[in-house]
């Protein structure tokens, strides 16, 4: 579990660890702190009683430093991460460790259930639009699935570590995106990667709409910059659709200017997004049975594709700088 200033979320994510129906003393928690300045730590040493927890201090303050620390000092046969704001059902741990050998898989994860971190309508707009289709494309952990899958990434993890000293630790020089590049090497040598219907991860979001953007915007960046740091595609082509929808935008309206034909061209692209973002917007809105929702979504779904693919593109930026410019984003 990597960590920072979780004290408001650690606590329940802890307690669903201890909530497993797997046995107690096979479970090790590791958690592996970047130097919290609030009560998450104080938080943590309360379960000593009741988990073996090993808290770890991450100098290096990024999320895959503190995924190989934990990797490597890890004494279990099998390994899964745990996000701090996240919670699991009890049967977690159990249900991923039994499909890893009923399906001989490689890493496997459940479904995503993402939630607001304020009771706000605009939090639970921006929630219901994250886990849509439009929203976040083909990924089956998020827009969900009735039956086991094979998938190319997925919540977190659950593999057997020897699957770390074939396909290598996390990338370090990734601030996001790790977990994607890890397993696309999985995937590249030929491992195999499933998302399961029966386990689940309850997600809480930045769901406040600015935080939202903020964390689109970044998460666009890391959607281009490890291509810098990888000798394969380190993301799937899902994630540069927002990038080229950005660049697809720019191109024919600066176009627009000197000729027709790129004027038509620009605006059959804007209406055709806009009533595809109409129509899912429509459709989130019949579900929640809130007209609201068709309102209110498309500004969403605007904050998704354009946050990350202005990111996208500030990532291309980036790729020409020198790396110390990337820690800050």
């Known amino acids: 579990i990597p960590c920072r200033n979780e004290e408001f979320y650690i606590k329940k994510c802890l307690e669903s660890v201890a909530k497993q129906n797997y046995p107690k003393q096979k479970i090790d928690v590791i958690v592996v702190d970047r130097m919290s300045t609030?009560?998450?730590?104080?938080?943590?040493?309360?379960?000593?009683?009741?988990l073996n927890i090993k808290i770890l201090d991450n100098h290096k303050i990024f999320t895959p430093f503190a995924l190989n620390m934990a990797v490597k000092i890890a004494k279990g046969d099998v390994l899964?991460?745990?996000?701090?704001?996240?919670?699991?059902?009890?049967n977690y741990i159990r249900d991923c460790v039994k499909a890893l050998y009923d399906y001989s898989?490689?890493?496997?994860?459940?479904?995503?259930?993402?939630?607001?971190r304020r009771d706000y309508?605009?939090?639970t707009v921006v929630v219901r639009a994250f886990a849509n289709r439009f929203g976040t494309g083909n990924s089956y952990y998020k827009i969900g699935s009735k039956e086991v899958r094979e998938t190319d990434t997925t919540t977190f993890f659950c593999c057997r570590k020897e699957v770390f000293e074939k396909n290598g630790l996390f990338n370090e020089r990734l601030v996001r995106t790790q977990d994607m590049e890890w397993h696309k090497r999985l995937k590249r040598s030929g491992g195999r990667i499933l998302v399961l219907p029966n386990v689940v991860v309850h997600y809480y979001i930045k769901s406040d709409f600015f935080g939202f953007l903020k964390h689109n915007f970044k998460n666009g960046i890391w959607s281009v910059l490890p291509f810098k740091y990888s000798d394969h595609s380190p993301v799937s082509a899902r994630h540069l659709v927002p990038l080229v929808f950005v660049l697809s935008l720019l191109f024919f309206s600066i176009g627009s200017l000197w000729s027709n034909l790129f004027l038509y061209i620009f605006l059959f692209i804007l209406i055709s997004y806009l009533l595809l973002s109409l129509f899912f917007s429509i459709r989130i809105a019949n579900k929640e049975k809130n007209f609201i929702f068709a309102l209110i979504s498309p500004i969403v779904f605007l904050n998704i594709h354009l946050g990350y693919g202005i990111g996208s593109l500030v990532g291309l930026i980036l790729l020409l700088k020198p790396s110390h410019y990337e820690a800050d984003y």
């Open 105 to 116: 898989a490689d890493s496997v994860g459940g479904l995503l259930d993402t939630l607001p």
């Open 121 to 123: 309508l605009i939090d």
């Open 38 to 50: 609030d009560s998450t730590r104080e938080v943590v040493s309360s379960f000593n009683s009741i």
């Open 80 to 90: 899964a991460r745990i996000d701090a704001h996240s919670y699991v059902e009890s």
